[in-house]
DNA sequence: CGTAGTCTTGAGTATCCTCAACGAGGGTGG
DNA sequence: CCACCCTCGTTGAGGATACTCAAGACTACG
């Protein structure tokens, strides 16, 4: 039952031009779409699935800097060199990769294609910052309340009640700079005071949105 | 591990059209330069001095979300209102504001200034990106180390071992996530380490930077 | 020189992490 | 089809870390 709306709803924003040349590619779950120190030369669209943007501390800590929902963009850099690595967290997760060069250029005559990639650039500064503002929530309560509240934000069905958590709980716990047993705490708690409601491990249903914030 | 700094980059070599409508303003400690809820109608630079974007959680909490140092952009938004205060840190602070209509109309026209632009926007990706590992450092010591670290070099001075840390203690608590007294002690104890090296409270010598990360 | 704001230090407490064990679900091979 | 394994999720106990509250020292500035 994996949500194939949002691939449709997302696809045709995107000019012609631009879809002429993205190099549309299906992943399995765990596979890696681009390592660090990889080259940036291409950008990305997520089509469908999700993926998670990370690295790894020295001390084998792993942090997720941000999950990637279908109609996203990602891989921006002024750089040469990336900084994370990116994974399909999920089987069935499609991206589309724009050469760098060759969106770069389109770019410079197009200039629907120059707007729309600064907006997609200033999306992704808003979602960081929204992001630093939930890792800067006191409680692990919270954190958890304000992740689950950006989550059924982001997911594009229009209940915004249901959500499809299809990352782990270490995904979320390394998202959140917690321990995996303090996510999964939060989560029974909020759901003995009857804020949420889970079905399964990955359906949640949000009974009470004011009270996670 | 990271490239040089925006300041160095860019500081000094704004295209000479973009340069001819910024309105430069110099600030006082504390004067707001844009508030929350604010239409989006200008991008701004910081010339000198030092700037801060926060926001006030419901329970009073502050929490700031970006230090601005010379050379940085800020104020890019693909929404209509703004989402964060900015505030100006100390006296003598000055920012160029760029009318959002004119530039975008620049850009349309100057595929420079577009590049230079969604570079811009991707400095700040990178640097937002940085600063959600740092929230994600686990001990209180780890977030104020790498925390020096990331104001060595922004700074833009040639020395990256003396930092000028303008900003309060209150401040870097509030960017850090912690209290005030535990980023006092977390100093303390690197002075005692001799990790680093305070001469006034404001002034910070960096004795071993590796330590420190 | 006084005052307000800032910084530091101390003591006690709440929160979260670590370590450990156990249960549930999914996939694989016999 | 079932047994097994492996990963994931939950729960508990104990300990470390950072927060709160409180007080005192220092600084900047009028």
Redesign the interface.
Known sequence: MEDLAPAAAYGHKLPAAMQAFGIVTPCRRGQQIYAREDPVDSWYHVISGLARKS?V??DG?R?I??FLVPGDFFG????RER??DVEAVTDGTVVAAFPRRRL?AL??TD?DV??L???L??????R??????I????TAMKKVGAFLVEMARRSHDATVVDIMLTMSRYDIADYL?LSVETVSRAMTVLQHRRCIELRGNHLIKILRLEEL?
């Open positions: 690295t501390f020295s800590r942090r800097v941000d921006f850099s002024a750089r900084d994370f770069e770019a410079d200039r120059a707007r990639l600064r907006d650039a200033c999306e992704t500064i808003s960081l910052q929204g992001r630093i503002l890792l800067g929530r006191v700079g914030d």
